[in-house]
């Protein structure tokens, strides 16, 4: 009798480690490019208007979709802030498994998220970053590029753009075409690129020299030209 005791225990826990399966796991590694090259902070590039090196890059990324063959969609995680500091950023997800065709993002944050303020979540690895929060107007910046530019290489006139507002929209929503598959224990990498130079250099780029700054309300005109431009840079390879 004991010995069937211990074949039966043996048996269940034979079945119960069979019936276990790792998660499947998704990253999604962010890799900005300028062009065919790696995006690099403190580095001068030539734009439509002159010349600029940025000192900082940051965007929010919300409500990240997958998209199903069959155009079923599987939201994976709801924001996620980009500090870029010259190396690739990696967001870690667990969808469900199956067979998908694209990822849907937002560039920026809804209205409900745009709402939360660090001082209520300073620990958040999302909404807690202060620096990229208008305390007066309470609102996060979507999008966040500074450093300097000028009309030769030789750089003193600073730039920024603030893009971050609900009245004036610049949440843009983009949608990136690629067939993956996803299942139980493998772990799958995407590789997402965005081409900045496309914002400054491209058929409808900004240039840098007569439109340099925005905090979005004082210069809608640019804040929408620049959400507009980021949402056509995306690519997966």
Wanted: charged share 15%; aromatic share 10%; hydrophobic share 35%.
């Amino acid at each position: 009798m004991r010995r069937s005791s211990v074949y039966i225990v043996a048996a269940l826990i034979v079945l119960l480690t069979s019936c276990h399966k790792d998660p499947a796991t998704l990253q999604i590694r962010f890799t900005p490019k300028w062009g065919a090259d790696d995006f690099k902070l403190h580095t001068t590039y030539a734009t439509l208007g002159g010349y600029m090196n940025f000192s900082s890059f940051d965007m929010y990324l919300s409500h990240i979709t997958l998209i199903k063959n069959d155009n079923s969609e599987v939201e994976v995680d709801s924001a996620v802030l980009i500090s870029y500091n010259d190396n690739a950023i990696t967001i870690n997800l667990t969808p469900a498994k199956g067979d998908y065709k694209s990822i849907k993002f937002g560039i920026g944050l809804d209205s409900a998220q745009n709402k939360i303020s660090p001082a209520d979540r300073p620990n958040d690895p999302v909404y807690g970053n202060s620096l990229l929060y208008w305390d007066a107007a309470r609102l996060h910046l979507f999008l966040h590029m500074e450093g300097l530019s000028g009309n030769t290489s030789n750089l003193g006139d600073p730039f920024f753009y603030h893009e971050g507002n609900d009245s004036i929209n610049t949440l843009r929503t983009t949608t990136v075409s690629k067939s993956f598959s996803v299942s139980d224990g493998q772990s799958t990498v995407l590789n997402l690129q965005g081409d900045i130079s496309k914002v400054f250099t491209g058929a409808n780029a900004v240039n840098v020299t007569t439109n340099p700054t925005t905090h979005t309300r004082d210069n809608p005109q640019t804040a929408t030209l620049v959400a507009n431009a980021f949402s056509q840079i995306f690519s997966i390879q």
